[in-house]
Structures are given as C-alpha cells and as structure tokens.
C-alpha cells in the first residue's frame, strides 16, 4: 500500500467512517425511541385496539405517510430551518442525524405496528380476562411477544439509515457518502469510491449478521 494510501486512510477515510457510524448510532436511538411511540399509540388506537380513537389515529397515520413520501434528500433541505434551530447548524454530522431520525421514525413506526397487530389475540383477551391493565398488556404480552420482530425491524431500520447517510453526505452530512462524492465521484478517483461501497457493504453485512443472530437467539 502506497504511502498516499495510507494517509488517505488514516486521515480521511477512517475519520469520517466514525462519523458514519455515530450517526448512523444516534439516529437508531432517537428513530427507534420515537417509532416505538408512534407505533404504540397507533396500535391502541386501531379499531381494533385497546382504546380505540379513529381521529387520533387518522392523525397520526397521515402525518406518518405524508413524512414517509418525502425523498430523502428533499427532506433534508425541507427541514433545514429545523435542523439549525435544533443543532444550531445545517452542516456536519450532528446536523444529519436530525433529517435521519425524522425520516427513520415514521419508518420504524410502521414496522413495529405491525408486529404488534400480529401479537395472538388470545394472549390479550386471556390477560384481559385475569384483570391486566392496558400497559400491562402492551409491554408484557404485545412488546414482549413481538420482540424477535422488532428486532428484525430494528435491523432493517440501522441499514436503511446507513444507505440515507451517503445521501445526507451529498449536502454537507459528512460521513463515508461524502467522501465517496468528493474525493471518488467528483475527483474521477474509481479507487476510494468503489473502496467506500466496499466499506459500507462490510458494515451491512455485520448488522445483518448481527439482527439475524439476535432475532434466533430471541425467537
């Protein structure tokens, strides 16, 4: 390996593939923490749920699919006042994570929900039945029940947000995207940018190796 090689590794590569997975790591908390909200309260409202409210519900699967239909890329510069009003700044790592976390959201909502509607019906009228209270029945028999699925939703959310970072790169996001545009693309050098999707396809591979490990171990 060439001496400019190296410091090519050492001195950008390697840098921004920590940003890459910092933001990759701080938007699956925010995403996922909000997605389970999302999915909860879309879950108990259903029809079919435990309190059902169809206003409520029709609230929130609106704002769920308007948000889902924005490109992401669109959804960057969209919320840009946003984003400066939350991190102070339009530009950088910090800065991406809140266009992934507000895209990734709606997303993981959506996923969950479903694993919960798919929670045996039985096992809720049974709890029902021995006097359980509607949380009770939400994070002791649906949440608990459903997890193996989470977790695969969880999984196919992390590679999703990864994909996105390459894309917020585009506009100032940093991470391994930018430099596959800039010093690859841009700069017609085959070499880093075929060397970053080779990077990128290392790290897909290992969190999905990962999910599908947890999903047998929980299943």
Known sequence: ????????????????????????????????????????????????????????????????????????????????PLTRFIVGT????????????????????RLIEGTLKEV???LI???RSFGASDMQIIFKIMIKEAIPSIISVITLAVVSILGATAMAGAVGGGGLGAIALTYGYQSFNETVMYGTVFVLIIIVQIIQLS????????R
Not at 53 to 75: A, E, G, H, M
Not at 90 to 109: D, M, N, R, W, Y
Not at 211 to 218: A, N, P, Q, S
Request: charged residues 15%.
């Open 211 to 218: 999910g599908d490990f947890l999903y047998r171990k929980l």
């Open 120 to 122: 045996d019906r039985g």
């Open 90 to 109: 339009s530009i950088g790592e910090k800065a991406a994570i809140v266009p992934l976390t507000i895209a990734a959201s709606p997303f993981i909502a």
């Open 1 to 80: 390996m060439s001496n400019d090689a190296i410091e090519l590794l050492s001195k950008i590569v390697f840098p921004e593939l920590i940003k890459t997975l910092y933001m990759v790591l701080v938007a699956v908390v925010f995403s996922t923490f909000f997605g389970f909200i999302l999915a909860i309260i879309l879950t108990v409202t259903d029809k079919n749920g435990l309190k059902p409210n169809k206003y409520i519900y029709q609230v929130l699967d609106t704002v769920i699919n308007i948000v889902r239909s924005f490109p992401f890329i669109i959804l960057i510069v969209a919320i840009i």
């Open 125 to 127: 009228e049974a709890a």
